[in-house]
């Protein structure tokens, strides 16, 4: 069946634009996690969804960071007036069940480059 | 905070040879530890995940073991490829969200 997919898979940004992000998660899966992975790094935790609450945001760095999930399915991630420290590559992941006990499944993540 | 450290950050190896990859991490009141797989460009994909309650995990070639006490893992994977090269990440759990090492970087010489 089909994975985690993400768009783009790459986006240049001159610094202070605004980009969206997009997650689709596995059909049915109720978590919803987003990490951003800088190079040479693992991967940072940024926030996480169950259905459409956002539980955690504790990871987002800045308030220019902003995610939602209106309908618990399709997630987006946008980054306001972008700076150069926010480059990374942005991973998003989903778990059937919520909890602690399950595998998170990891989409192919967006690069993202602020010029 | 967690802190999971993994070591080496990179190992190169004939092919045939066995590889151990280790990770530890500080707080051990962890619910899981997974070790993950990642290829140049792609995303992760999940090779072994360990129950806090479990000593290690199998499939394959690979086998996963859990010292929590310690705050200690070890990935073993046996008779190397080249396709096993990638970068090989620990991550833990101590609620819902993954707490991720550096990874280490494996190369197989063919």
């Known amino acids: 069946g089909a994975g985690v997919s993400q768009s783009p898979r790459y986006k240049v940004a001159k610094r202070g634009q605004d980009v969206a992000l997009r997650c689709d998660p596995i059909?049915?899966?109720?978590?919803l996690f987003w990490y951003q992975q800088a190079l040479g790094q693992g991967p940072e935790f940024l926030t996480y969804?169950?259905?459409?609450?956002?539980?955690?945001k504790s990871g987002l760095p800045s308030d220019r960071f902003f995610a939602e999930r209106p309908e618990g399915s399709v997630s987006t991630l946008k980054i306001q007036r972008t700076q150069q420290e926010d480059s990374a590559v942005y991973l998003c992941?989903?778990?059937?069940?919520?909890?602690?006990?399950?595998?998170?499944?990891f989409g192919p993540g967006t690069r993202l480059t602020v010029l | 905070k967690q802190e999971v450290t993994q070591i080496p950050a990179a190992l190169s190896v004939p092919e045939g040879e066995n590889l151990v990859l280790n990770c530890s991490f500080t707080?051990?009141?962890?619910?899981?530890l997974q070790w993950f797989r990642q290829d140049p460009g792609k995303g992760l994909t999940s090779l072994l995940l360990?129950?806090?309650?479990?000593r290690e995990q199998t499939s394959g070639r690979l086998n996963a073991s859990l010292d929590k006490s310690s705050g200690r893992s070890t990935l073993y994977i046996a008779a190397s490829q080249p396709g096993d090269s990638a970068t090989y990440l620990c991550?833990?759990?101590?609620?819902?969200?993954?707490?991720f090492g550096a990874g280490t970087t494996v190369t197989v010489r063919a």
């Open positions: 360990i129950q806090s309650s479990q």
């Open positions: 992941a989903s778990s059937l069940v919520p909890g602690r006990q399950d595998t998170q499944y």
């Open positions: 707080d051990s009141a962890i619910y899981n």
């Open positions: 059909s049915g899966h109720v978590s």
């Open positions: 991550a833990v759990s101590n609620d819902y969200k993954l707490s």
């Open positions: 969804f169950q259905n459409e609450a956002q539980l955690d």
